[in-house]
């Protein structure tokens, strides 16, 4: 690659780690696995830059990042189960500590939920709705028609309703 297109790869990481990194955590539900899939994934969107259409950088950017989360999570064997989530220093009074305690705990019971999802489901819900694509960006980005989009997007949400409504209640997801 030559240095302009390596100044250029460059750029992309820059403005866009920040985004990927977010749009990983959903799709794992794991910080660490995350940082690991974004790399996954610029080590193959640099091998392939230069074929990669200028204004679809992105976009092929995240069909990649959904489709190495998918396979991980085909690969795992053990599931790992989180214990506890390390909390933000809360800066303010104790009541702003407690809306903020709150949006962490809404946060946390929505990425518990969100992991009870297939793969493919959770890729569609996160790229549909986080990331604010179309259904047939979302269905590009994937491999897969805008029906079943529409389909896994409409079975996912039902899903995570029962979830969240679990949650509310005390039961134990699984």
Same mark, same amino acid.
């Given at each position: 690659m030559n240095s302009e297109a390596e100044a250029e790869f460059r750029r992309f990481v820059e403005t866009r780690w920040q985004h990927?990194?977010?749009?990983?955590?959903?799709?794992?539900?794991?910080?660490?696995?995350?940082?690991d899939l974004v790399q996954q994934t610029l080590v193959i969107v640099h091998r392939k830059w230069r074929?990669?259409?200028?204004?679809?950088?992105?976009?092929? %950017?995240? @069909?990649?990042?959904?489709?190495?989360?998918a396979s991980w999570w085909r690969r795992r *064997?053990?599931?790992?189960? &989180?214990?506890?989530?390390?909390?933000?220093?809360l800066p303010g009074s104790a009541q702003a500590g407690r809306d903020a305690m709150a949006q962490i705990d809404a946060r946390d019971e929505l990425l518990r939920a969100l992991a009870t999802l297939p793969p493919r489901m959770r890729a569609v819900i996160v790229l549909r709705y986080y990331d604010d694509l179309s259904e047939?960006?979302? %269905?590009? @980005?994937?491999?897969?028609?805008?029906?079943?989009?529409?389909?896994?997007?409409? *079975?996912?949400?039902?899903? &995570?309703?029962?979830?969240?409504?679990t949650l509310e209640t005390g039961e134990r997801i699984r």
């Open positions: 990927l990194v977010r749009t990983a955590v959903l799709l794992t539900g794991d910080q660490g696995r995350a940082e074929s990669i259409e200028p204004g679809a950088t992105m976009a092929y %950017a995240r @069909a990649v990042l959904a489709n190495q989360s *064997r053990h599931p790992e189960v &989180l214990i506890a989530s390390p909390g933000d220093e047939a960006d979302t %269905a590009e @980005a994937l491999g897969i028609s805008a029906g079943s989009v529409k389909a896994q997007a409409s *079975r996912g949400l039902d899903r &995570l309703r029962t979830a969240l409504t």
